[in-house]
């Protein structure tokens, strides 16, 4: 399922994320040489719609056409076929940001142990994965260990990082055993600003020689911990304001990604006063932990402690497919070694 190429294989600078599939037929990894050897793993488009990290990663790889980069990179381009469709992924797939934890099942499964083992044989020295939102929120990156290595890479794209151990099958946690490694939210696909905050990161981490030995200053930056993962209960539907649905959420709701909200914020609307909390949260280890966060009050579902959202978003596709939203507690940075 993997195809490997050493080179840029012909007309792909060319190619919109949508028409990626002309050029390459699936999933693809592509080697290109650097004057340091130990390869920068960049992945993009494991979400076919998130269209920033091509527009980016083809605008550094049009700037170095005709010379040697600075380091070796190895570039997966993940889901070409959602890109196609301008899906997250397929009907029928599943999501390529939840097959990188070993001793998973199917063809992706496959794909993925054949992809870290060609990798960690070239010993990496860092691994960026290219996201977008399809909420508001700010730039952010997300590290899944409390290493000053990791919180550096991290740090050079945004003061806000958020560190997470669930989900596990996510590909920054599969290279965290190999080299620092982050997952780079770059806003929402379309926006200009995305995509140049994304080539100034990928041209300073393909510069950056070393890790420095001193730690991140904690006022350099803003450490939050995901706490819970938040749904909506698989028998409930969901709708935006005017329709008719079981929960119904605010139109403007994405607005409070990454604002302290306090308690009795509220998250949404119930049609009838018979579904609990609402919303379903767990935690880390899967604890159903919804009534800690949330209680019905009236018709509104609203929030009891004070929390921090990210990821909100107004796309039902994604709060069915994925997750309505996450909650996050600020984390003192003196817990990083
Ligand atoms: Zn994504």
Redesign the pocket.
């Known amino acids: 399922m993997l195809n490997i190429y050493d080179a840029i294989p012909e007309g792909l600078l060319d190619r919109e994320a949508t028409d990626l599939h002309e050029v390459l037929p699936g999933p693809s990894l592509i080697h290109l040489e650097g004057r340091h050897k130990e390869p920068l793993f960049i992945s993009l488009l494991?979400?076919g719609n998130?269209v920033t990290g091509w527009q980016a990663m083809r605008s550094i790889l049009q700037k170095y056409q005709d010379m040697l980069l600075p380091r070796a990179v190895y570039l997966f381009i993940g889901n070409v076929q959602a890109a196609k469709e301008g899906l997250r992924y397929l009907e029928g797939q599943p999501d390529y940001?939840r097959i990188w934890k070993a001793g998973g099942e199917g063809p992706e499964a496959v794909m993925i142990r054949q992809l870290m083992e060609i990798v960690a044989q070239q010993k990496p020295f860092a691994s960026i994965d290219l996201?977008?939102n399809s909420g508001r929120n700010p730039h952010y990156a997300c590290i899944n260990r409390l290493d000053k290595r990791f919180m550096y890479l991290a740090s050079l794209f945004s003061r806000t990082v958020v560190y997470f151990i669930k989900p596990d099958t996510v590909q920054s946690m599969a290279f965290a055993d190999l080299c620092p490694s982050v997952t780079i939210e770059c806003g929402r696909p379309g926006e200009s600003h995305g995509v140049e905050h994304a080539v100034q990161y990928i041209d300073a981490c393909l510069h950056l020689t070393d890790f420095p030995e001193h730690e991140v200053a904690s006022h350099d930056v803003d450490l939050f911990h995901t706490v819970a993962i938040v749904k909506v209960p698989s028998h409930l539907s969901v709708g935006l304001p005017g329709e008719v649905a079981d929960i119904c959420l605010p139109s403007e709701l994405d607005q409070l990604n990454f604002c302290e909200l306090q308690p009795g914020a509220v998250l949404g609307s119930v049609a009838q006063q018979t579904v609990g909390t609402g919303f379903l949260a767990t935690d880390e280890s899967g604890q159903d932990i919804s009534e800690r966060y949330f209680e019905i009050e009236g018709s509104h579902i609203q929030t009891r402690l004070p929390v921090m959202p990210s990821m909100l978003t107004l796309d039902k596709t994604i709060i069915k497919q994925d997750c309505l939203c996450y909650l996050m507690e600020r984390l003192d940075t003196g817990h990083i070694t």
Do not use: A
Request: zero cysteines.
């Open positions: 494991l979400h998130e940001n996201h977008n």
